[in-house]
């Protein structure tokens, strides 16, 4: 049996209530019959394994405790078959049939090392209508590569952060891309994390935003507000970028415009969704300001915030600017 063109690796936990659905996408996908599913788990106590068990999958299992976000996934890379490897989430699914194809056909020259595809919210009712995906024109493809790494370090912080805003929900790599530039141990924004040290080793990506997963989280506002402080943290300590607080009633209107158009919900619902993101655009302001406040007292101060928060981040995480 030839050895499979493109793994991909799933970290799971308790994904019983998605698993069946993805496995069941990949499986349509056209390029399935060159294709293999890794599914990472950490202790699941639901019927994730017996759902495993049912398809074609090749299952790794590690202590809970272990769990980490760069270094799991690097252990599902590096037991990949497959000369490109795919990363996502248990609960992603494919827009299409031809989301694997599209992530290859990003890969339009032998100096690219990883495409990136997009995260979108489909329209679901149960799924907050003011993120749902809405395009105003064709997919775009974004390429980057800084040959020198003080081309990329000299960008403002903001289009550092841009230009790395990768997403392991929906991400394809060369094998050989992993293994020059692994994942590395870190709580959060392993890809980020990863698409700068690509970018600084001289890497090119690629953004093809034609190869589309739907993925959505209903967040509670403490959710968000830990979330969002986390992403201000590391965004911070990998692109010098400090946050400036955004006007509380502009997406408040963007929201209420939005919902006012939806006729596919009724007005109570409206009431809801649009409490609903009062919640999280409230949870955001409290978190830059408290991101801002802690940043105020010394980096010292805002590391032992983010700890007490949202757990300890890695000591050789420091800000771009000290490299």
């Not at 009633?249 to 209420?256: D, G």
Request: aromatic share 12%; hydrophobic share 40%.
């Amino acid at each position: 049996m030839n050895p499979p063109l493109i793994s991909i690796v799933v970290p799971v936990k308790n994904g019983a209530p998605w698993l069946e659905k993805l496995f069941q996408a990949i499986l349509r996908q056209t390029m399935a019959g060159r294709t293999e599913i890794i599914v990472v788990d950490s202790g699941s106590q639901d019927e994730t394994l017996a759902i495993v068990g049912r398809y074609p999958v090749r299952l790794l299992s590690i202590d809970p405790a272990s769990f980490d976000h760069g270094l799991t996934r690097q252990l599902g890379a590096d037991a990949a078959l497959g000369d490109y490897i795919v990363m996502t989430v248990q609960d992603a699914l494919p827009a299409d049939d031809r989301w694997l194809e599209k992530l290859l056909a990003g890969f339009e020259n032998e100096k690219i090392a990883a495409v990136c595809g997009q995260q979108v919210v489909p329209h679901d009712p149960t799924m907050n209508p003011v993120q749902w995906f809405r395009p105003v024109s064709a997919a775009d493809r974004f390429t980057y590569s800084f040959p020198d790494p003080g081309s990329f370090l000299s960008l403002p912080p903001g289009t550092k952060r841009a230009v790395c805003g990768w997403d392991d929900v929906n991400a394809m790599y060369r094998r050989e891309a992993l293994r020059k530039v692994p994942f590395r141990k870190t709580t959060f924004g392993e890809d980020a994390q990863w698409a700068r040290d690509a970018l600084l080793q001289g890497l090119t990506i690629v953004y093809n935003y034609e190869a589309r997963v739907y993925h959505y989280h209903h967040e509670s506002p403490a959710y968000c507000f830990k979330r969002t402080f986390t992403e201000l943290y590391y965004s911070y300590r990998l692109f010098d970028l400090k946050p400036a607080e955004k006007p509380w009633l502009r997406p408040m209107l963007s929201a209420v415009k939005i919902l006012m158009k939806e006729r596919s919900i009724g007005f109570l619902q409206k009431f809801r969704w649009l409490r609903y993101n009062y919640g999280l655009n409230s949870a955001y302001r409290r978190a830059v300001r408290d991101f801002n406040s802690s940043l105020e007292k010394g980096d010292s101060f805002l590391d032992s915030r983010h700890a007490q928060l949202c757990g300890v981040a890695p000591q050789a995480l420091k800000p771009i600017a000290s490299i």
